[in-house]
């Protein structure tokens, strides 16, 4: 019978077994750093990040313009109920002089004067002192008879009494003005406010 040799695998060369030859010596190899991520020329290349939201700076505010003065219009201040009454005293003083220099100390010239300023005085009052303006309108009224009344201290008080109680009409005039006016702002206040109030918001 024939018998079949087995051969023993034979590794690396014929000549024989393979050998790890030694290596020269020399500098020791750095290790090559990866070409990813790097562009041309050899540069690094930075991710390129996900754009985010950009915010928009927020522009600048600039300040409301101030409303022209309108041609022909009226001032309109804003008196407190202090302010009213020396504003009406004030008039009625220096209406009192000039009637007594002009006119002779004509008390009707001084009650027909003596009504715009009730007006005045109802109108320009701010509306928290409203129901100051007929309280401070009589008081205004006698301080402007101080320059009418001739004499002395006595003459004077004495002048000041029968002027008003001769000119009670003027006085009771521009009281009742002052008080109609105040009345209907009044009204116009409640009624805005209401109308504020009772607006659906927004």
């Known amino acids: 019978m024939e018998q079949y040799r087995t051969r023993s695998p ?14 020269p010596p020399g500098p ?4 090559v750093p990866s070409q990813a991520g790097r562009g041309a020329g050899g540069e690094p290349v930075r991710a ?26 009226l001032p309109n201040p804003r008196l407190t109920g202090l302010g009213s009454g020396l504003f009406c005293a004030v008039m009625m003083f220096l ?8 006119f002779g100390a004509s008390l009707t010239a001084y009650g027909v004067l003596f009504l ?9 009052v701010r509306p928290g002192d409203l ?16 320059p009418l009344a001739e004499g002395g201290t006595g003459s004077r008080l004495m002048g000041l009494m029968t002027a008003l109680a001769t000119q009670a ?13 105040v009345i209907v702002r009044r009204i116009r206040l409640v009624h805005r406010r209401r109308t504020a109030g ?4 927004v």
């Open 10 to 23: 034979q590794y690396g060369t014929r000549h024989g077994p393979r050998r790890d030859r030694p290596r």
């Open 28 to 31: 020791p190899r750095q290790p």
């Open 48 to 73: 390129a990040r996900p754009p985010g939201p950009q915010r928009r700076p927020a522009p600048a505010r600039r300040p409301a313009p101030a409303p022209a003065p309108t041609a022909g219009r």
């Open 95 to 102: 209406l009192g002089a000039l009637c007594s220099a002009l």
């Open 116 to 124: 715009p300023v009730c007006v005045l005085t109802a109108l320009w």
């Open 131 to 146: 129901m100051t303006a007929p309280v401070v309108v009589p008081i205004a009224f006698a301080a402007g008879l101080l």
């Open 169 to 181: 009409g003027w006085l009771y005039g521009g009281t009742l003005i002052a008080g109609l006016i």
């Open 198 to 201: 009772a607006r659906p918001p």
